[in-house]
């Protein structure tokens, strides 16, 4: 399962239950789907999920009001974790 | 005085000013009331008055509050319909109140005509026209009716004493329970509340509570009373953004329920945040611990915090601490607010000594009605005295504060909701896996209290403890839902064979039972 679909899926399962389906761009607080407890579940969640220290500052609609913006910070940081990783290996070398 | 009146006189006295503040929009006091007084003349033409009643299944948007004034202009009374609520308990809440009509945000709207479309009262309003109308339904819409409908509608012709606010709480039996609130009820609540608070118009709050529940709907009340802004935050559900924007729009206070505090200290940069307009916290909703409000203190040096202590049933408010009072009466929740008389009484109904635990009632001008289902007295919640029974067990200290010290029903309070273990427990027992469940409360740093449930399986049952929580999902909202799910072989009983609820905890910690998930 790729990353959209993981998080889709826990949304939609573990997080709420929709009668319609959730798409990509379903904005998860405005739209009531997910109250403010919900939503601070998701973000711990994808913290444990893909083993990524989330900041206080990292907190904002900006990273995690829609699916798509929980997958392109996931995508961010996992990046940002291989060029470390790659940064950390040539000087090793 | 008429709650409409609040809005009419703010609307005289600052007609320019903002009143609302949204992400994208705003509206002053003048506009408010013109546009609520057009909803006021439309629901008149449809016969809609003094003695209907009008729901709102809306999240907090300019569009819900425009109508909610309106809906109360017109004389009828506002039924606040959590949005966060399964489709079956809402179309369980739309039958018992009948509603003439409905605001529904459009979400909501197809929530419900996908699932059960009858449940729909034959008029329907939304913000703008819905994309899809549903049959056999009469649509109108905000933004029609503020570009036809006219803005000089005569006052209603309601009294005081008349119900104004119906707002669905949980009960003990696990259905929600439709407290009804006359307009004396809440302005004496409001207006006591401010005679200790001393807002004027030049206060301001940033919003991050809904507005279906009486926490966010005495936020509205109060700031229509004292002509005082109301900045809407545009991500309560994020921990930054809400300081971000006490920043942003520099109000002067900000009210919540122990969880918003917990997660503003632990998950944010509040403490070494600038708020040099922010004049007082208020703490609702349950008690923050002593180390918490410490800390609290702590990250808003110069802020006054005010505890208090109220429920729906209360209109909401029952007592007050002041800032003053915070750390030298370390948890008290303070002495009754102006009009409001607290009792901690015996089994029997009599008055106790200071210091001896009892449970707390209450009488004024700010007890309710009575319920939408008419059992207020069968169940005991009102006394032959009039005294409301709030379930809540405490005592009084020479002064006359108040500590409360436990519960006399099964509530649990987690994030600020009311969760009666009874709604959780049918939910779980009609599980094909589950013989029987017990729902208690723990403990817990953040919410407060957390749902713990214990599940007796059938034998050979083979089932995951995340399709225990789907299943939870498909009647419940998350805060409702066991943050923790616990296998055990039985459950503790009394002679009769009922749960034994005194024994959970104990059998729970004495057992160790196998956890099958945490939330």
């Known amino acids: 399962m790729n990353i959209a679909n ?48 989330i900041q206080n500052e990292d907190l904002t609609p900006e990273n995690f009001a829609t699916p798509r913006h929980v997958v392109e910070f996931v995508q961010r940081h996992k990046m940002a974790g291989l060029q470390h990783a790659t940064a950390a290996n040539v000087a090793s070398e | 005085m008429l709650l409409s009146d609040l809005i009419r006189q703010s609307a005289e006295c600052f007609p320019d000013k903002t009143a609302l ?55 009828a009374q506002v039924v606040d319909v959590p949005c966060l609520a399964s489709v079956g308990t809402i179309s369980g809440i739309l039958a018992e109140s009948g509603p003439a009509a409905l605001l529904a945000s459009e979400r909501q709207l197809q929530r419900l005509s996908i699932a059960n479309a ?55 039996t696990g259905q929600p329970k439709g407290v009804m609130l006359s307009h004396r009820n809440l302005i004496s609540n409001i207006l006591a509340v401010n005679s200790l608070m001393g807002l004027t118009s030049d206060d301001s709050i940033l919003v991050v509570v809904p507005l279906y529940f009486i926490h966010g709907r005495m936020q509205l009340l109060t700031h229509a009373l004292i002509g005082g802004t109301m900045a809407f935050s545009a991500g309560s559900h994020f921990p930054q953004q809400i300081v971000d924007d006490l920043v942003r729009y520099g109000v002067t206070g900000f009210s919540g329920v122990p969880y918003h505090y917990s997660i503003l200290l632990e998950r944010t940069n509040l403490a070494v945040t600038s708020l040099p307009r922010l004049r007082y916290a208020v703490v609702m909703g349950g008690a923050l611990p002593p180390h918490m409000l410490r800390k609290l203190s702590d990250a808003l040096p110069g802020v006054d915090i005010h505890i208090g202590y109220g429920q729906t049933e209360a209109s909401p408010r029952i007592t007050n601490l002041n800032p003053s009072e915070v750390h030298s009466k370390t948890g008290s929740c303070g002495v009754p607010v102006p009009g409001v008389r607290v009792e901690v009484v015996a089994d029997d109904g009599s ?29 005991k919640t009102i006394d032959g005295f009039g005294r409301l029974h709030t379930g809540d067990l405490g005592k009084v200290d020479s002064q006359g504060y108040l500590y409360i010290v436990g519960r006399k029903s099964e509530l649990i309070k987690s994030a600020g909701e009311r969760v009666f273990p009874r709604e959780i427990e049918a939910v779980l027992d009609a599980h094909p896996a589950i013989a029987e469940s017990a729902v208690f409360g723990l403990p817990d740093e953040i919410l407060g209290e957390r749902i713990v449930a214990c599940v007796v399986f059938h034998p050979g049952a083979d089932v995951k403890a995340e399709d225990i929580r789907t299943h939870c999902l498909k009647s419940l909202p998350l805060v409702r839902v066991p943050r923790e799910i616990h296998f055990s072989q039985g459950l503790p009983k009394t002679a009769s064979g009922k749960i034994d609820r005194s024994r959970l905890a104990p059998h729970f910690h004495a057992i160790g039972l196998a956890k099958m998930c945490t939330a």
């Open chain 2, 118 to 172: 009858e449940s729909l009262p034959l008029i329907v309003f939304t913000g703008v026209m819905p994309k899809a109308q549903i049959r056999g339904r009469r649509h109108h819409s905000l933004a029609e009716i503020i570009r036809t409908e006219a803005t000089d509608v005569a006052p209603p012709v309601v009294d005081e004493r008349d119900i104004a606010l119906v707002l669905y709480t949980s009960g003990t």
């Open chain 2, 351 to 379: 008055a106790l000594e200071p210091g001896v635990i009892g449970e707390i009632v209450v009488s004024g001008p700010n007890v309710m009605c009575g319920y939408v289902s008419g059992d207020e007295r069968t169940s």
């Open chain 2, 21 to 75: 503040i949204f992400p994208d929009d705003s509206i002053s006091f003048g506009a408010l009331h013109r546009q609520s007084s057009q909803i006021a003349a439309r629901l008149r033409k449809l016969g809609i008055g003094p003695g209907a009643r009008v729901a709102v299944l809306h999240e907090n948007t300019l569009a819900a509050v425009i109508f909610f004034w309106g809906i109360l202009r017109s004389g």
């Open chain 1, 6 to 53: 993981t998080i889709i899926d826990h949304i939609r399962t573990q997080l709420t239950f929709e009668t319609g389906s959730i798409g990509l761009d379903c904005n998860l607080a405005q739209d009531g789907r997910l109250d403010s407890t919900a939503m601070l579940e998701l973000i711990l969640w994808v913290e444990d999920t893909f083993q990524i220290p």
